[in-house]
């Protein structure tokens, strides 16, 4: 199985701010890599998928890059509606695997 | 418009069981691969199972022997039946259609088990 590491586990920020979340594959997955983001309650929700392509309707704060085993999440800018849990997912191959999660707390 | 929802969950015993369903609605559920993603309380996203649009099943170690995933092709609808429960079983559980990376997620339902 394909091991995801995903880091800071919590972030703390203020609004405005530029926040970047790091997750890392245990071997190659390509560009074979989704963004989620989860609220409170709520089924995940897509942000990003092939590592750096915005879903659409997400706004263009979000962004992605990286390929092979070591990718990244990038919000430009903050905003209120952005403090939620967020996970890295490969799809590669099966089993599915997620990181363990990022929560982006206000400061 | 593509819509998952779930149905089912609520309270077993340990050692009960469970039938899960997802009636989707703006696409057939036989014609994609399916899968199903629990996330206990206060934890993380874990894959549980899928089911290719071939018909091939495939398990997490966590859940094989015990979980079978189907689908019913005249009520578009996709099953996980649950057997055997585990206290370790209590989560959420999401229906997913996999887009590969943009994949369409159900709201949910909740599965506890407790004695």
């Known amino acids: 199985d394909i091991q995801m590491t995903q880091s800071p586990s919590t972030l703390s920020a203020s609004v405005g701010d530029r926040v970047t979340i790091t997750c890392r594959a245990s071997?190659?997955?390509?560009?074979?890599l989704a963004w989620y983001q989860q609220k409170p309650g709520k089924a995940p929700k897509v942000l990003i998928y092939?590592?750096?392509t915005l879903e659409s309707g997400v706004p263009s704060r979000f962004s992605g890059s990286g390929s092979g085993t070591e990718f990244t999440l990038t919000i430009t800018s903050l905003q209120p509606d952005d403090f939620a849990t967020y996970y890295c997912?490969?799809?590669?191959?099966?089993?599915?695997?997620f990181g363990q999660g990022t929560k982006v707390e206000i400061k | 418009e593509v819509q998952l929802v779930e149905s089912g969950g609520g309270l077993s015993q340990p050692g009960g069981s469970l039938r899960l369903s997802c009636a989707a609605s703006g696409f057939t559920v036989s014609s994609n691969y399916m899968s199903w993603v629990r996330q206990a309380p206060g934890k993380g996203l874990e894959w549980i199972s899928v089911i290719y649009s071939g018909g091939n099943t495939y398990y997490a170690d966590s859940v094989q022997g015990r979980f079978t995933i189907s689908r019913d092709y005249s009520k578009n609808t996709l099953y996980l039946q649950m057997n055997s429960l585990r206290v370790e079983d209590t989560a959420v559980y999401y229906c997913?259609?996999?887009?590969?990376?943009?994949?369409?997620w159900g709201q949910g339902t909740l599965v506890t088990v407790s004695s």
């Open positions: 997912q490969q799809y590669n191959s099966y089993p599915r695997t």
């Open positions: 092939t590592a750096s």
């Open positions: 997913v259609r996999d887009r590969a990376g943009r994949d369409n």
């Open positions: 071997q190659s997955i390509s560009s074979w």
